[in-house]
């Protein structure tokens, strides 16, 4: 191979990652919303509507929720849609300041650079967009146990690489498969599909990003670095998971808290509805060498396998 070659062979990831930044600015030109045009926020709330689709309800299929009156299985779900939003916005300000690290006093004319402050601006308007949607279905602010926002504020301030864009994909696959049955569901409220629909839109270009930074970050990287990566990248999903549903939310709907919490940590069928949720997800980390022993402990914990 001549010299030439090597040049190309080597400049060629750099080329495809170019490639894929300006076809996602491109993307977002063309199909972006404004959440505050978009969402119905004037007409008060419903409560004959669900917050998310019943079946994802962490009590769905207990005994408990047998024993539930339609009204009070509608508030659960509600306060557990306004729980995962709040923790989407806990999420998101960690992924942006790790994007805003990244890419610091780095090149602004690489498309990957402009890409990652559109990906910003989304997520800023989402944040926002979550924000009043859990205020409109009558949620306190939900946020996660106190070790889990210190470990947040360190993962953020530390993680670098492939370490911080697999979290960031780990995030949010897990909610975009919720979601995309969520924007779908008649019985869910009309502005939360909205809400559902324009995260799923716009998310599905962050998600492309984050795989194509893991894959990039990764290429060349030995076996000590993927064993670490692959569990801190674990250890977060697994706080991230655990955090979705807040276990207040069961007392702010009316409901005996113990045995709500009780119930909903034996419930094997949103174990599976997670576990299903997650198997492409999975499959992308094993083929990034990123689903090791260590941390397919951690997905187990947190029912992603």
């Not at 300006?22 to 004037?42: H, N, Q």
């Not at 916005?89 to 602004?108: C, G, S």
């Not at 960031?168 to 049955?181: F, G």
Request: charged share 25%.
């Amino acid at each position: 191979m001549t010299s030439a070659e090597t040049h190309d062979r080597a400049a060629q990831p750099r080329r495809d990652r170019d490639a894929v930044a300006r076809r996602l600015l491109d993307s977002s030109e063309a199909l972006s919303y404004d959440p505050v045009r978009e969402v119905d926020w004037d007409t008060p709330l419903d409560e004959g509507f669900h917050g998310t689709s019943p079946e994802w309800s962490t009590l769905y299929g207990t005994p408990y929720w047998q024993e539930m009156t339609p009204e009070q299985q509608r508030a659960l779900t509600r306060q557990e849609a306004a729980s995962v939003a709040s923790t989407g916005i806990w999420f998101e300000m960690i992924l942006q300041q790790m994007v805003l690290r990244d890419f610091y006093a780095k090149d602004p004319t690489d498309p990957a650079f402009q890409w990652a402050l559109t990906e910003i601006a989304d997520e800023c308007r989402h944040s926002i967009m979550f924000a009043r949607g859990a205020q409109k279905l009558g949620a306190p602010a939900y946020r996660p146990r106190r070790l889990v926002v210190e470990l947040g504020r360190a993962f953020k301030t530390v993680a670098v690489g492939e370490a911080a864009y697999a979290a960031i994909l780990v995030a949010e696959e897990v909610l975009d498969v919720m979601q995309r049955d969520w924007m779908r569901d008649e019985r869910v409220a009309p502005f939360v599909r909205t809400i559902n629909n324009i995260h799923v839109i716009e998310e599905s270009r962050h998600m492309e990003f984050a795989r194509e930074e893991t894959r990039a970050r990764l290429a060349g990287a030995g076996w000590p670095r993927r064993q670490f990566n692959a569990l801190v990248v674990a250890i977060a999903s697994y706080c991230i998971v655990t955090s979705m549903v807040s276990e207040k939310v069961y007392a702010n709907a009316g409901l005996d808290p113990e045995r709500a919490i009780r119930e909903a940590r034996a419930n094997e069928h949103h174990r599976s509805m997670l576990r299903s949720s997650c198997a492409g997800l999975m499959g992308f980390l094993h083929s990034a060498g990123l689903l090791t022993r260590a941390a397919t402990w951690f997905y187990r914990r947190a029912n992603l396998i």
